[in-house]
């Protein structure tokens, strides 16, 4: 790892990063705070640009100046078939750059931080809206997301109850072994009694061009 002295940059990967074990209410703040920035006029970030370049597989990227002095770029790339191949099917890099000389200051994983920021900006919009005595959630999607959120949703919320619902039943059932690890009552179930039955519900389906509309 190279120090910025000699020129180097820092390298953080994805496994470094999750061993700081920031906890979900602090990145909750950290994005809400980057939201009150951004309306203020101290952070500007481009929309969301995407290639589709076939087969399933789509890539996305944003950039992101704010009044800390830094330049950041964050591209993530959709893979559909790389579970097959035993990898996430979402994976992607974070330049960190010097506003003013433009010289890189780090390189970092983007999978950790894209599954924690993605739930903790929903944690920031269900502490305004939800009720703050909710006790069940339920889940449209079963996967990396889902996880995210029910760590970040359990800190806010004195949930016990899961509802769970997804294309994939081996997933769906190892996320709700997780959460019964956690000692929360987590069951299966079918897309209307998820959306029906909790008091708070996450939808979290990786974009899929080919898969029909399933909730109404």
Same mark, same amino acid.
């Given at each position: @790892?190279?120090? +910025?002295?000699?020129? %180097? ?17 602090? !990145? ?30 789509? @890539? @996305? ?33 974070? *330049? ?11 390189? @970092? %994983? ?5 599954? +924690? ?41 004195? *949930?016990? +109850?899961?509802?769970?619902? %997804? ?29 029906? %039955?909790?008091? !708070? ?16």
């Amino acid at each position: @790892m190279a120090s +910025h002295e000699d020129g %180097g940059f820092l390298h953080l990967p994805d496994s470094a990063i999750e061993a700081l074990a920031i906890p979900p209410g602090e !990145i909750a703040d950290a994005i809400e705070a980057a939201l009150i920035a951004k309306s203020e006029g101290r952070l500007h970030v481009t929309p969301k640009s995407a290639l589709l370049p076939g087969g399933g597989r789509y @890539m @996305m990227s944003t950039l992101a100046v704010g009044d800390e002095g830094l330049t950041v770029l964050k591209t993530v790339s959709v893979s559909p078939d790389n579970p097959g191949r035993g990898l996430p099917s979402i994976n992607g890099a974070i *330049l960190v750059l010097d506003a003013e000389t433009g010289l890189l200051k780090s390189v @970092m %994983g983007a999978n950790w931080i894209t599954a +924690h920021r993605t739930a903790a900006l929903s944690a920031v919009v269900a502490r305004r809206l939800a009720d703050p005595a909710s006790t069940s959630i339920g889940f449209v999607g079963c996967g990396v997301q889902a996880r995210s959120h029910l760590a970040a949703f359990r800190a806010l919320f004195p *949930l016990q +109850h899961v509802l769970a619902c %997804g294309r994939s039943a081996a997933s769906r059932d190892a996320f709700c072994e997780e959460a019964l690890a956690l000692g929360l009552d987590a069951r299966a179930a079918d897309p209307e009694e998820t959306l029906r %039955g909790a008091d !708070i519900v996450v939808t979290s389906i990786t974009l899929d061009y080919t898969v029909e509309p399933f909730l109404d």
